[in-house]
């Protein structure tokens, strides 16, 4: 079993910048991913990272403003996310997969409760 927690969202001013975290426990070296919806839109992709070996793949909406890590030690994963826009609201969701890279929800079986991000303008 899976469990993912997350942690780190909060109101931030436009430009401004938030870490979040995802703590797992159980069998969670697999592909990892953050996920956002904000209020009457769909679940989108953000980001994913293969646990073996760190490999990340980020949505072009947030290239170059976002990237996504992992602490091994710690089992958790972050999301740096650095010139926050008000269109970044959202509750963001960390999600695993035992399958490989990808952006569809679909996809991950194991899903955080999320947190709340909100942007300022």
């Known amino acids: 079993q899976v469990q993912l927690e997350e942690s780190g969202g909060g109101l931030v001013q436009a430009g401004g910048s938030l870490r979040l975290s995802c703590v797992a426990s159980?069998?969670?070296?697999?592909?990892m991913a953050w996920f956002r919806q904000a209020p009457g839109k769909e679940r989108e992709f953000v980001a994913c990272?293969?646990?073996?070996?760190?490999?990340?793949v980020v949505a072009n909406s947030v290239k170059g403003r976002f990237t996504s890590s992992r602490d091994d030690a710690k089992n958790t994963l972050y999301l740096q996310m650095n010139s926050l826009k008000p269109e970044d609201t959202a509750v963001y969701y960390c999600?695993?997969?035992?399958?490989?890279?990808?952006?569809?929800?679909?996809?991950?079986?194991?899903w955080g409760q999320g947190t709340q991000v909100t942007v300022s303008s």
């Open positions: 159980g069998r969670t070296r697999w592909t």
């Open positions: 999600a695993a997969t035992a399958k490989g890279l990808g952006g569809v929800s679909g996809d991950y079986e194991y």
């Open positions: 990272l293969r646990w073996a070996g760190g490999t990340t």
